[in-house]
Structures are given as C-alpha cells and as structure tokens.
C-alpha cells in the first residue's frame, strides 16, 4: 500500500480494483449518484502528483459505470501528516479541513472513496462535509484497513 500511495507504484492493483468493484456489487447493495474520491490539499497534490484516492476512485467508477465527482468534496485546509496521530487528534486535525463546492440536492447517495482507512477521522469528517451540504446517504470504501501492531 505504501507504494501506491506514495512512490505511485500502479502495477499490482487491476486485479485489486476488480475485487473491490466486485464487492461493491455484491455486499453494498445500493445504487450510487456518484463516487467521490477523499481530496489532498492543492499543496501536496502538486507535490506527490498524484491523488492515490481519486485513482482509486476513478477505476472504480469506470467498472461501476458511475460518474466520478472529482471535484466536488476538496480540501481547504493543509493540515499536518495524520500517520502519527491517534483518533482524537486526527479528529481535532480535520475538523473543517473539507468543503463542497455546490450543495447536493437531497436525494444523492454517494460513495466516498479512500485508500486506507485507519481510524475513521478522515471518512467521518467528509462524510460529515456532504451531509451538511444535503447528500442523503454516504457509504465509505477503502482498499486497506491499518491494522494496530
């Protein structure tokens, strides 16, 4: 996963992104507006160069035969690295740190898409974002799990 996310090393995951549009069809059991990919701050975007979310997503999206809301959730705050920080201080992290750009209608059920989901800290905040901005349901997906050694 590490190599994914931060040497952008693709190589290993068709097979992957396969599985995980399988399980979607299978175990989620909703139809879906629309996928939305976790957002980076525009600084470490253009550092990284890459969004590992937003490709996660994007492959997803096209199995799924789903619009793909690249930029609807964005993040508006550069907040610090979460990997050393525990639960309540990825909370306080990024509290306020996201934003949607135009309020959803209501009826929207959306599929928020992340790499690894560690504590939740970040699926809860921007679930939190689009509910406050009117989407009706969120269903969170990531490709990993952290597991605490």
Known sequence: ?????YKNKRYVWEELYDLL????????????????PVPLYRKKLKERGY???EI?????????????????????????????LG??????????SFAVK???TGREKILLVDDVFTTGATAQECT???LLAG???????????AVKK
Do not use: S, W
């Not at 639960?87 to 306020?96: A, P, Q, S």
């Open 87 to 96: 639960y309540f201080e990825r909370r306080k992290n990024l509290k306020g």
């Open 21 to 36: 549009a399988e399980h979607c069809r299978k175990n989620l059991g909703e139809e879906f507006d629309l996928i939305v």
């Open 1 to 5: 996963m590490a190599l994914f996310k």
């Open 102 to 104: 135009e309020r959803f």
């Open 128 to 130: 939190r974002t689009m």
């Open 51 to 53: 969004n590992q979310a």
């Open 56 to 84: 996660l997503a994007q492959n997803l999206a096209r199995r799924l035969k789903l619009p793909l809301g690249r930029d609807i959730l964005i993040k508006i705050e550069d907040t610090p690295a979460q990997v050393k």
């Open 135 to 145: 989407a009706d349901k969120i269903y969170v997906i990531t490709m990993a799990t």
